[in-house]
């Protein structure tokens, strides 16, 4: 495809800058926008984390939700974007695009979510990273269908999530403060501090899928470092896959071009930017990756993240 042109070009220049990540010692970030694990996408993401091709995710609450519903042996069916939607809500079928899923069993997941965090320590602030992490382990525990938060809890792989309020985590932890009394508080500016000390650690890479709130909150990291007395350059790799175009002015279509005005992408970094469906285009990229830089991932030194005190130590 690299022999080829227009988006497939892109994308073997995408296998070709993650494979450089992989060979250097570079902290990449993955962020997760859209649909993707109702789309399939659940597996794939969980051999980046296995196979260390990524050492931080920042996800959107709605992927990491439907993460945990397919963890609890929960489904997500093939469907039709002909269905009849007012059948459906009669049904008590919830769509998405050309997927559906059952609300009856989405209801159950979200009790699920809430019965947990009525189980955690009252009283304190957690970090939506220390959330997820008890969350994955608690799904490990359970011997169920492994997905991205078990996988992330077993790896030590820190998730974060900035937009937790905007899920069925937000309205799950909602329900647990009004019916339960529950007092369960997060402390989303010690996720910012904590990107922060991860970003200016050591030279970064990131790979976005989509856009939004994930994609911001990784390139924001890099603006932060006069927090620790540092000055940093953006990141030195960046590679993103979406569907958006930028002259409407949102995040999801921005180019790398601009992040540089900001200082988000350094003024040198190897970026590229695939327009494709991510249901394509990430598949493609990942065995790409298995299959021709399998030495670089046998051999290559993730950091250690030692978070949850005033500094991260590597």
């Known amino acids: 495809m690299g022999g080829t042109s227009f988006q497939a070009r892109n994308l073997a220049r995408g296998r070709e800058i993650w494979s450089q990540m992989l060979r250097d010692e570079v902290t990449i970030f993955l962020g997760l926008a859209g649909a993707m694990v109702p789309a399939g996408m659940r597996q794939v993401i969980v051999y980046l984390i296995e196979n260390r091709l ?6 959107t609450g709605a992927n990491l939700f439907h993460d945990l519903h397919e963890s609890l042996g929960r489904s997500h069916w093939k469907g039709s ?9 009669n049904s008590k079928i919830y769509r998405i695009y050309d997927v559906l899923t059952s609300a009856k069993e989405f209801d159950q997941t979200e009790e699920f979510a809430r019965n947990f965090s009525n189980g955690l320590e009252q009283g304190r602030a957690y970090t939506t990273r220390e959330f997820f992490f008890l969350l994955g382990q608690e799904l490990s525990s359970l011997g169920k269908n492994q997905g991205i938060l078990a996988a992330a809890a077993k790896a030590n792989l ?3 999530c900035p937009a937790l309020g905007d899920s069925v985590f937000g309205t799950a932890l909602a329900a647990a403060r009004v019916k339960d009394g529950n007092q369960l508080r997060f402390d989303i500016v ?7 000390q991860i970003a200016s650690a050591r030279p970064s890479g990131v790979i976005f899928v ?4 994930p994609k911001n909150f990784i390139q924001q990291a890099k603006l932060c470092g006069y927090i620790f007395n540092k000055e ?5 790799y960046a590679i993103q896959v979406t569907t958006d175009s930028p002259q ?12 540089r005005s900001w200082g988000k992408v350094s003024p040198n970094a190897k970026t ?5 469906d991510a249901t394509i285009a990430l598949p493609i990229l990942v065995s790409a990756l298995s299959q021709d830089s399998a030495e670089a991932i046998k051999n290559r030194k993730s950091p250690a993240f030692l978070l949850g005190k005033d500094l991260a130590i590597f």
Do not use: Q
């Not at 010690?190 to 922060?196: G, I, L, Q, R, T």
């Open 190 to 196: 010690k996720d910012v501090v904590e990107m922060v």
């Open 272 to 276: 590229v930017t695939i327009n494709c």
């Open 54 to 59: 990524i050492d931080c995710l920042v996800s």
């Open 210 to 213: 989509g856009g939004g709130t």
């Open 248 to 259: 409407w002015g949102g995040l999801s279509g921005c180019t790398f071009d601009e992040a």
């Open 158 to 160: 820190p998730i974060y």
């Open 81 to 89: 974007v002909g269905s009849d939607d007012r059948e459906l809500a």
């Open 232 to 236: 940093l350059d953006g990141h030195e």
